[in-house]
């Protein structure tokens, strides 16, 4: 069966320093990968997205950097993180394109930056 | 701009029947999703429309109807596990999901 690491649980980062959240999946083979940021009383916004290894897509401009290094796995990364940075990370993956596209979401890391 | 609206909160009693609706304007359609989060979880994927009528699934069911942009998430029977946040969002023409900010829905005994 399909699973989802992602890690830490909950973070707390002084404003300026930097970031690295890593997500794994297992049991599956060239998942597309995703990381959403959920803040309060919004919308999940998509903050990165690849469907394979080295390929990365954007969604939103800011300080933030993904990378795939390997077929199963996700890292979000920043050089210097910000107030605004605050939120709910959560990674997720799916396979198949188009139309019906389950998502499975990683248990999620609550950052706050002070 | 591309929008899903959805009640903000909603209180029901334990064992009664709630309706959660959701409006979609967006570019294109090419499905809706239901996900169910509780309080600091991971979203969990509930149902999926494409077509418009009503997906029956235990004691959560799933409405669509396309030409009005709507749909809804009918519970049955609420146990109070099912106090979480219901998210409605709908892949539009370039297969990107929009999200709706979520339904907090409060089950009081």
């Known amino acids: 069966s399909q699973t989802i690491h992602q890690w830490p649980a909950t973070l707390v980062q002084p404003v300026g320093s930097p970031l690295s959240l890593e997500c794994t999946v297992e049991g599956t083979s060239n998942p597309n990968l995703y990381w959403y940021r959920q803040a309060a009383g919004r919308g999940l916004q998509l903050l990165f997205y690849?469907?394979?290894?080295?390929?990365i897509s954007s969604e939103v401009p800011q300080n933030l950097s993904a990378s795939r290094p390997q077929d199963r796995q996700f890292i979000l990364s920043s050089k210097k993180l910000l107030l605004s940075d605050s939120g709910f990370y959560l990674c997720?993956?799916?396979?198949?394109?188009?139309?019906?596209?389950?998502?499975?979401f990683g248990s999620g890391t609550q950052l706050s930056v002070l | 701009g591309q929008n899903i609206d959805q009640p903000t909160e909603m209180t029901a009693t334990e064992g009664a029947i709630v309706q959660i609706n959701c409006t979609y304007q967006?570019?294109?359609?090419?499905?809706l999703f239901w996900y169910q989060q509780h309080a600091g979880e991971a979203p969990t994927f509930l149902s999926y429309?494409?077509l418009d009528g009503l997906e029956e699934k235990g004691r959560f069911s799933s409405f669509l109807s396309r030409s009005k942009g709507y749909s809804y998430l009918l519970l049955k029977e609420l146990q109070m596990k099912d106090s979480a946040s219901y998210l409605c969002?709908?892949?539009?023409?370039?297969?990107?999901?929009?999200w709706g900010a979520g339904t907090k829905l409060i089950i009081k005994p």
């Open positions: 969002a709908v892949m539009d023409s370039n297969y990107q999901l929009i």
């Open positions: 690849s469907v394979g290894i080295g390929q």
């Open positions: 967006t570019s294109g359609f090419n499905g």
């Open positions: 997720a993956w799916s396979v198949g394109t188009g139309g019906f596209e389950k998502l499975f």
């Open positions: 429309n494409v």
